[in-house]
């Protein structure tokens, strides 16, 4: 199946090569939304301008809001405002809103006066949440009923609607103030003897306040395996529900995060203008830049010894190196456990000794390794026992660094995955510098 | 409410470590049987052993359905072959294929021979599939309809049945040979006039080969926006179902999956024992000390050159490093891409390009900043020419190599974010010191 998606997709990216536009248009037809979101994602500028204008008016919206953040706002940057308003019209109002919220305020607003009243209205209260807030993720069509009406009633009631918005589930369960009481899956109105009273077979789960932040969202989500939920202001009224699909694009989301971010790239577009590519890495290289700057600080001071034993510039790497990619494992480890939030007061503790005792060993190993190494290498026993001691101190700091470090960065409210990297990489290389050098200083020299 | 839940988790925790154990059995019951899987992964080994012996027998399935692999072989080596049986016998055929998958063969054996014939026979045709496809994540409790009933029948059938597996939100419709023909939502069922047939409204959706990869599967639901999907045999036969919560962990599992990768974890527990981290972690650290040897060597062709100008060993660093740095984040985006199925054959080069332009402008931004200190620091023109063209080189040969490197890899059927990383560090370490090296010795050597 994947295997016959792929041709499709590469024919039609042939067709569109080849400037085939009506056969491109038509391939489009059979095309789910967020498959063309894919490809324009695949694609570099021009040619994603091209497909762009090809996709069919209808599905605009969807694809726009399947399409990654960063791609999205050029897709937008060539539309009109009464476009985007005739596009978004259809969408679910968390969709609708967050396509908006990528645009310029005075665009939103061109935007929302080319609206009708009742979209308008919608759409401007989901602008009201932060984008990555349960608020946020929610939708406003939600079809509710109350816990004392029969089921009987509510099959009725369903019947007369004639549809429910997608991916419904389950009905949410209200009172007559609108505060929510629970869930009644559809799966339950059918089961149960019509009779029966919806308050008899609802599930009392908890609904979720509308400040909650997405990944807090998507934690609930996981754990309780939930393919809906209610979501609720601070009385406990109804506002909206969110439903699984929005949360599986967050929990991609923020794993790509954590990803970009460890290599500092940033948000990224595979194919962002050269130009936006290189602005966004600067950063990361030039705080890099500065650091690899005082290493070489570091083994400036060191000049005269090196001078008299070459040797120690030729291993010296290897000590900053292998701490760097020891504390790096331990960085990772600590990362990926707050990010889960599976680190807390209570095992911080252990957690950073067992990562040290895990650098002390790994370190005693490579650094016997490297030891003998050396020693036969330049027939220098000094200079063995001289690099195994500066490679066991490394390493154990470098363990040590790599545990603390992103708690500290947590703590201060600085994500771990952006910084985290570059701190630990400064100390491993000052510290594996420092000590080979200056123990060979005091101890190697006549 | 996350706020809540941690502290409600902290108290747990504290009432365990004053071996209160009364007060934790009675605390659990109030906990999803997820959360109690967060809770045993954020432990450490004895008191993880201690809470999983207080954990009511009752939801011990749930539990280790939810937990790590890694996490979960360690609870199952407490456990005897009967008692395995005894838990997992009303899981979802899945969730319990997927613990006796992670138990020595002869164990599986023993505890299938202590399960009765209809639960053997369910386990034993889950475990014919390999754990990461679309067979291995099915379940295969479905409620199955043909297309020529009414939806009246149908809601008289569900009525009859009085419940239907967790998270039904659709129907599986079926020929009279079982070959799957769509699906039919349960709100399909109640919205739509009963005497309507159900072949009148379901969804041709297309079904999921058992042989499809999980990534695969992931990919079909997020681009579908899915809850659930028939799997299907050859002969197009209903097999079973998947439903979206066990997508949502398949993602989760991909993503973290990277990371760990990328670091050279391996699989991991926070709290693995130190001996088990340790050799875990030793292989991807054996490897890396090769690349720094590797990189040492080169070096040591320069040891002349080095001790007639000091100045080289402390600049050299920064070329390797800058060189790393840049290539990561090429190879990052590279491998990104490929494991979100965005890099065809049609826009490999394009990426490439691209990934080559933004290596040329940050080098030669970077090299300018770097040569421009280089020659005030040492009062030496040359030096600065040369860093500067070996930065240039360097970083252009990263990017080209952090672009080829995972396409490269992905053809030979090598996961990319496994040997990705040490890869290009050696390529940029090796072209860094020689080309930095090299170029000093031919031009600026008297």
């Known amino acids: 199946m994947t295997m016959n998606e792929l041709s499709r997709q590469e024919i039609l990216l042939q067709r569109l090569e080849e400037e085939n536009f009506d056969q491109v248009r038509s391939m489009l037809a059979s095309f789910h939304p967020s498959e063309i979101a894919d490809l324009l994602e695949s694609l570099p500028g021009k040619s994603?301008?091209?497909?762009?204008?090809?996709?069919?008016?209808?599905?605009?919206?969807?694809?726009?809001?399947?399409v990654q953040d960063a791609v999205r706002a050029g897709l937008l940057e060539q539309m009109q405002p009464r476009?985007?308003?005739?596009?978004?019209?259809?969408?679910?109002?968390?969709?609708?809103?967050?396509?908006?919220?990528d645009l310029p305020e005075a665009v939103i607003d061109s935007v929302l006066l080319s609206m009708d009243a009742q979209n308008r209205e919608r759409i401007a209260s989901a602008l009201s949440y932060p984008e990555d807030t349960a608020g946020g993720l929610m939708d406003i069509d939600v079809v509710s009923v109350r816990a004392d009406v029969s089921l009987d009633v509510v099959a009725r009631y369903l019947r007369q609607l004639g549809q429910v918005p997608e991916h419904t589930d389950s009905l949410i369960v209200v009172d007559r103030e609108n505060r929510y009481l629970g869930l009644l899956s559809l799966a339950g109105v059918l089961v149960n003897k019509p009779e029966d009273s919806v308050g008899e077979h609802m599930s009392k789960r908890a609904g979720i306040p509308a400040d909650t932040p997405a990944t807090g969202v998507a934690r609930i989500f996981e754990q309780r395996d939930l393919l809906s939920a209610a979501v609720l202001d601070g009385d406990d009224k109804l506002l909206g529900r969110i439903t699984v699909d929005d949360v599986v694009d967050v929990i991609q989301e923020k794993a790509e995060q954590t990803v970009r971010n460890m290599a500092g790239l940033g948000e990224d577009d595979m194919f962002a203008s050269v130009?936006?590519?290189?602005?966004?890495?600067?950063?990361?290289?030039?705080?890099?830049?500065?650091?690899?700057?005082?290493?070489?600080?570091?083994?400036?001071?060191?000049?005269?010894?090196?001078?008299?034993?070459v040797a120690l510039a030729i291993l010296m790497p290897i000590v900053a190196a292998m701490g760097g990619i020891a504390g790096s494992q331990t960085l990772t480890v600590a990362i990926r456990g707050l990010a889960l939030g599976q680190i807390s007061r209570q095992n911080a503790g252990p957690l950073i000794l067992k990562e040290l005792r895990v650098g002390l060993f790994n370190g005693a190993i490579l650094?016997?390794?490297?030891?003998?190494?050396?020693t036969l290498w330049f027939d220098d026993q000094g200079l063995g026992i001289i690099i195994w001691l500066a490679m066991i101190i490394n390493l154990t700091i470098a363990a040590l660094a790599g545990a603390v470090i992103p708690l500290a960065l947590k703590k201060l409210g600085v994500d771990p995955a952006i910084a985290g990297g570059v701190i630990l990489i400064t100390m491993t290389d000052v510290v594996g510098f420092m000590t080979f050098l200056g123990l060979a200083t005091l101890f190697l020299l006549p």
């Open 48 to 66: 994603r301008r091209l497909l762009w204008e090809l996709v069919d008016r209808e599905i605009e919206g969807d694809v726009l809001s399947d």
């Open 367 to 374: 650094a016997t390794v490297v030891a003998v190494v050396a």
């Open 275 to 309: 130009l936006t590519s290189t602005r966004r890495r600067a950063a990361w290289l030039g705080v890099s830049l500065l650091t690899a700057f005082l290493a070489a600080w570091v083994i400036g001071r060191f000049e005269a010894t090196i001078q008299q034993l």
């Open 83 to 101: 476009e985007v308003a005739e596009v978004t019209k259809d969408l679910d109002t968390d969709d609708a809103a967050d396509i908006l919220q």
